[in-house]
């Protein structure tokens, strides 16, 4: 009998699926639901008498040791295909207390059939359906319910919640609102209403409401972070620095929230507050991912903020050195060689970095041709030529190495071993600049014969 049952609901439920309502394990919860075990003669099923006889024995067993299974074993034992529907919920209620999920789901299913007005078995269905995740298919037998009667906030509640999880988010919000009407004070619901007005970007009202939440229980972290990703939508990034900050004073951040954090400082000019913040979420995550605050690195030094960029990339030094893979060594020499240039440090110094990179990795082009470029500047011309060389050997960087390695030849009066460098570099990536200039290195090449 439970096979064809289950089958009666097949896929309308995934059971077993996780569930984040606080109101499963709500005693208030527990006593409502406890309470649709009782039966109301004048809108629902009728019982017979011998049924009304089989349902008063219920409780008893119920009460007693391993009561869900014996209450279940005695229903089932005397049911019917044709008894009341009250027996299917009532079999549905317990498969439900007992977390088999796909049975509840099935002797609500048939109650329903039995008798399409039963309210509480809509309500039930649905309640199941969101429990067990499947949460479009809980917004009909809610919104059914709701029809046929139901006013309560848990009813409102749960479909606002199913609505928010199939991303209709103004329906969420609409049902949301009425639940909060009956149940003022379940934080579900208003929990509910932030992420509804999020996706609505009604930002303002949901920092708001999350202000509401913060003053009823201020040692919660979700409610800070909610209320600081309002205040990122609302463009007020200050007083979301302030709500990260209150997180990581109270051991509750993260390293997203707190390069998050680092970001805010950093666009508002704090660069040495940024940098303290990007060390902060290393602390809290030295297992992770260092692209992530080697991303950071850089964008400190494309603020010029050299000195902080530098104390970040010696912490991630530190923090994942052994761990550090070719190409996170390379951003890391790279991100030091343009600090270095910026800063005006010494040729050699910068040298040796570049010099690290290609030992690395000798195919990167980029790299050798910084390093033509920097032994071109130093009057090293052979040099130069030869990592521009190297660099022409690579598709990527053909075109590029060419054209610098024919400047370089230029500018050392080399007109003729210069043209068909530039003459290829045009070849393969035309621009009129280069065109003018390959006319003048001609016109020069024949002045000089």
């Not at 295909?81 to 049975?103: R, V």
């Not at 619901?189 to 930002?203: D, Y």
């Amino acid at each position: 009998m439970l096979a064809a049952l289950a089958l009666a609901a097949a896929g309308t439920v995934r059971a077993g699926e996780a569930e984040s309502l606080a109101l499963w394990s709500d005693p208030e919860f527990e006593r409502q639901f406890l309470g649709t075990y009782g039966v109301n003669a004048e809108i629902e099923p009728r019982v017979t008498v011998v049924e009304k006889d089989l349902m008063e024995k219920v409780p008893a067993l119920m009460r007693a040791e391993g009561g869900l299974e014996k209450a279940s074993a005695f229903l089932e034992k005397n049911w019917k295909p044709a008894s009341s529907a009250i027996l299917d919920f009532t079999l549905g209620n317990i498969g439900f207390q007992q977390n088999d999920l796909e049975t509840a789901a099935a002797w609500y299913t048939w109650a329903i059939q039995k008798f399409p007005s039963f309210q509480r078995a809509h309500k039930n269905l649905g309640l199941v359906q969101v429990r067990a995740g499947a949460y479009d298919k809980a917004v009909t037998p809610l919104t059914r319910a709701i029809e046929l009667g139901a006013t309560d906030g848990l009813t409102f509640g749960l479909l606002g919640y199913a609505y928010l999880m199939t991303e209709r988010f103004s329906q969420a919000e609409s049902a949301y609102r009425q639940a909060m009407m009956l149940q003022p004070d379940t934080v579900d619901w208003k929990l509910g209403l932030v992420r509804a007005l999020f996706k609505e970007r009604k930002h303002e009202e949901a920092a708001t409401l999350c202000g509401d939440l913060i003053r009823g229980d201020p040692s919660r972290p979700d409610y800070w972070l909610l209320q600081a990703n309002a205040f990122l939508g609302m463009k007020q990034t200050l007083k979301a620095a302030e709500n990260f900050e209150y997180l990581d004073f109270m051991g509750a951040a993260n390293a997203q929230s707190l390069n998050t954090l680092g970001d805010i400082y950093v666009n508002e000019g704090l660069t040495e507050l940024g940098a303290d913040a990007y060390i902060r979420a290393i602390a809290k995550d030295p297992e992770g991912d260092p692209k992530r605050f080697l991303r950071d690195g850089e964008v400190l030094a494309a603020r010029s903020a050299h000195a902080d960029a530098s104390r970040l990339i010696a912490r991630i030094k530190e923090a994942f050195g052994p761990r550090l893979g070719t190409e996170e060594k390379k951003r890391i020499l790279k991100l030091e060689a343009r600090m270095a240039a910026a800063r005006g440090v010494a040729a050699e110094e910068q040298m040796k970095l570049l010099q690290e990179i290609v030992a690395l990795d000798p195919l990167d082009g980029e790299t050798l041709i910084l390093l033509g470029q920097r032994e071109a500047a130093g009057g090293n011309v052979e040099k130069a030529c030869f990592y521009y060389e190297r660099a022409e050997g690579l598709d990527k960087y053909e075109a590029e190495a060419r054209l610098r390695h024919g400047q370089c030849l230029v500018r050392n009066s080399r007109y003729e071993e210069a043209l068909p460098l530039l003459k290829r570099a045009q070849e393969l990536r035309p621009r009129d600049d280069v065109a003018r200039y390959v006319e003048q290195v001609e016109r020069a090449a024949r002045a000089r014969n």
